[in-house]
């Protein structure tokens, strides 16, 4: 079993930036790989970026390519998403998720979530 939480979300001006963390306790944190979702209203949840056990990354999303990190810190287990440039089509919730071995895009695939951070962009 892993627990995960988010933090770090909240209101932005476009332009600005945001740091959101996700903690987990339970099982080996080394093992998952990690991944940043979001889900705006009236929308699928989508893919946003993940990160593997070895630290490679994956950025789902067009749209944040450049703008968006994701990192871990297999020792304090936590992962974070270091988000610059937002834009108010940034607008969601985001939830941290995990699943054993490699990342992937399909929500289902994902065995723990965390309860999600609200990101409002203003214009």
């Known amino acids: 079993q892993v627990q995960l939480v988010e933090s770090g979300g909240g209101l932005v001006q476009a332009g600005g930036s945001l740091r959101l963390s996700c903690a987990a306790s339970?099982?080996?944190?080394?093992?998952?790989?990690l991944g940043w979702f979001r889900q705006a209203p009236g929308k699928e949840r989508e893919a946003v970026v993940a990160i593997r056990w070895s630290g490679g990354t994956t950025y789902y999303a067009d749209s944040v390519k450049g703008r968006f990190t994701i990192s871990r810190d297999n020792a304090k287990n936590t992962v974070s998403l270091q988000m610059n440039s937002l834009k108010p089509e940034d607008t969601a919730m985001y939830y941290c998720?995990?699943?054993?071995?490699?990342?992937?895009?399909?929500?289902?695939?994902?065995?723990?979530w965390g309860q999600g951070t609200q990101v409002t962009v203003s214009s």
């Open positions: 339970g099982r080996t944190f080394s093992w998952y790989s």
């Open positions: 998720a995990a699943r054993r071995g490699t990342d992937a895009a399909d929500p289902s695939l994902y065995d723990y």
